[in-house]
C-alpha cells in the first residue's frame, strides 16, 4: 500500500465515523498541528493527545463536520491533501466551508507528521 493509498483510507474511515480505524494508522508519537488562530490551535503528540484536543472538540464550534478530499498528491513520504472542511453552524444550522491544505508525513505505513493549513480568520467568521 503506498503512502497516498494509507492517507486515503484514513480520510475514509474519518467520514464514515470510524475513528479507532483512523488512530490506528497513527504513529505513537505523531505530531499532530492545528493551525495558529483555528479554534484548536496546538501542536499535539500522540494518538490520544489528538483524539482529546481534535476529534472530541470540533463539536465544541460545529455540527457535521467533514473533510472533502478533492485531491491527493503524494511523493515518497509526503501526502497532501487539497480539499475543504464543512460543518453546520452551531446555532443556525447554516452550511459552512472552507478551503484547507493538510501535509502528512509517513515512516513505515503510519501517519508521523499532520501539519493543517487553513483560512483561519475565515473559520473564525464563519463560526461567529
Same mark, same amino acid.
Given at each position: 500500500m503506498t503512502n497516498k493509498e494509507i492517507i486515503e483510507g484514513l480520510y475514509q474511515s *474519518?467520514?464514515?465515523g470510524d475513528v479507532p480505524a483512523v488512530v490506528a494508522k497513527f504513529a505513537d508519537d505523531i505530531s499532530w498541528t492545528e493551525a495558529d #488562530? *483555528?479554534?484548536l490551535a496546538g501542536?499535539?503528540? #500522540?494518538p490520544q493527545a489528538v483524539v482529546e484536543n481534535v476529534f472530541m472538540r470540533l463539536g465544541? *464550534?460545529?455540527?457535521d463536520w467533514g473533510v472533502v478530499v478533492n485531491r491527493l498528491v503524494g511523493d515518497g513520504d509526503t501526502v497532501i491533501a487539497d480539499g475543504q472542511y464543512t460543518w453546520k453552524h452551531k446555532e443556525s444550522g447554516e452550511p459552512c466551508a472552507v478551503r484547507m491544505a493538510h501535509v502528512w508525513t509517513l515512516a513505515d505505513g503510519k501517519a508521523t507528521n499532520f501539519l493543517q493549513h487553513v483560512d483561519t480568520a475565515m473559520v473564525r467568521e464563519l463560526i461567529k
Open positions: *474519518f467520514a464514515s #488562530g *483555528f479554534p501542536t499535539y503528540i #500522540g465544541e *464550534f460545529s455540527d
